[in-house]
């Protein structure tokens, strides 16, 4: 089975980037530039298997986007990606929910989706 990766991204360059290379590497990417769009497309999608959201944006931000995932995908993967090392996001971290920092390799941000997707490929 394909699995389903949405990015939540609004600075589009590293948006552009990584949906370019989530597709090289054969995953379905699904895209969006904010989280009020990224949420519209979780419930309209019939699966997600991983969320990447980026944690400060504007409007509805890539954590409360993230437990709305959940909510909606109890088994969903989630890797917030932040260019601020704050504290209190890591013990607001739920099961399944993981953290990038900015800047980070896409071949780091690539392993670590692998890893993620591990169960979801063998299913």
């Not at 089975?1 to 589009?12: A, K, P, S």
């Not at 290379?21 to 997600?48: F, H, K, N, S």
């Not at 390799?105 to 299913?123: F, I, M, N, Q, Y």
């Given at each position: 089975?394909?699995?389903?990766?949405?990015?939540?991204?609004?600075?589009?360059?590293i948006r552009?980037?990584?949906?370019?290379?989530?597709?090289?590497?054969?995953?379905?990417?699904?895209?969006?530039?904010?989280?009020?769009?990224?949420?519209?497309?979780?419930?309209?999608?019939?699966?997600?298997?991983?969320?990447?959201?980026?944690?400060?944006?504007?409007?509805?931000?890539?954590?409360?986007?993230?437990?709305?995932?959940?909510?909606?995908?109890?088994?969903?993967?989630?890797?917030?990606?932040?260019?601020?090392?704050?504290?209190?996001?890591?013990?607001?971290?739920?099961?399944?929910?993981?953290?990038?920092?900015k800047p980070?390799?896409?071949?780091?941000?690539?392993?670590?989706?692998?890893?993620?997707?591990?169960?979801?490929?063998?299913?």
């Open positions: 089975m394909e699995t389903v990766i949405l990015v939540v991204e609004d600075e589009f360059i552009d980037l990584v949906v370019e290379m989530l597709t090289e590497q054969g995953y379905r990417v699904l895209d969006a530039a904010d989280g009020q769009t990224g949420l519209r497309l979780l419930q309209e999608a019939p699966r997600i298997d991983v969320l990447i959201a980026d944690v400060r944006m504007p409007g509805l931000d890539g954590h409360r986007l993230a437990l709305a995932a959940q909510e909606r995908w109890p088994d969903i993967k989630i890797l917030l990606t932040t260019g601020f090392a704050d504290a209190s996001l890591s013990k607001a971290l739920t099961p399944g929910m993981e953290i990038v920092l980070f390799e896409v071949e780091a941000l690539l392993e670590r989706v692998d890893r993620l997707t591990e169960g979801a490929l063998s299913a």
